[in-house]
């Protein structure tokens, strides 16, 4: 392993509190929202950096998506990472993770033999937790989940991750290439550099492909590779709190409310 090479899954999604789901095709509505990069994708990129810091590793960007994904993209390079590809194409639209996980593993292998591949551990708007081991399947890569610390054995060509178990933890280690998905929260992003931001947003390039691009089966893309069928959906029901109105002069409610509070002990 003369050069380690990592790419990052990162996907942009609404932020939760304006999540909207289309009444017709039963699909999240993206069109009205203000997005978001997906929070645990920023601990997967921030570990990725660090890595960088240790090894002079090369961080790559993938991300699938519309042609709007590419300014997220740039916080990205702005952190640090080199190089960003967006999987962009009306091919691409209505995937499920099965889809999409076979699409990004199609970009990973046009972007060719990276010893590691991050992902976060989920979406904050599907929070399947499928993305990270679909990928590891695709490519018949090993993988090690939801790990909050990550070490790489250049010798070795090995990689050990550290994760919780309850009552402690436990270190896993597995040959290179690899896929590893990071736990949310398990580190603390690192802001942009502001010497290479304006370049990361006016002049590093975002290469964009397509269906084409990466040779992708049409069975296996978008809405026909994808077997998850949404039936219906529901408003969850609202819980009201429970709230009683106390009434009369001062030494009245005053009684009432302590009366309340013992009822309470």
Known sequence: MTELKVIVCMKVVPKPEEIRVDPETRRIERSQVRSEINPPDMNALEMALKLKDLHQARVILLSMGPPLFEKYLRVGLAMGADEAFLLSDQHFAGADTLATTYTLAKGIEKLGDPDLIICGEE?????????????????????????TDLEVDLERQVVRGRREVRGGHEVLEVPTPAVVSVKTASNEPRFMDYEIKEDAFKGANVTVWTREDIEADEDYIGTPGSPTIVSGFEQAAVRERKREFLTGNRDEVVRRLVDLVQDLM
């Not at 499928?130 to 989940?145: H, K, R």
Request: hydrophobic share 35%; net charge negative; no cysteine.
């Open 123 to 147: 979406s904050s708007d599907g929070a399947t937790g499928q993305v990270p081991p679909g990928i590891a399947e695709w490519l018949d890569q090993s993988q090690i989940t939801l790990v």
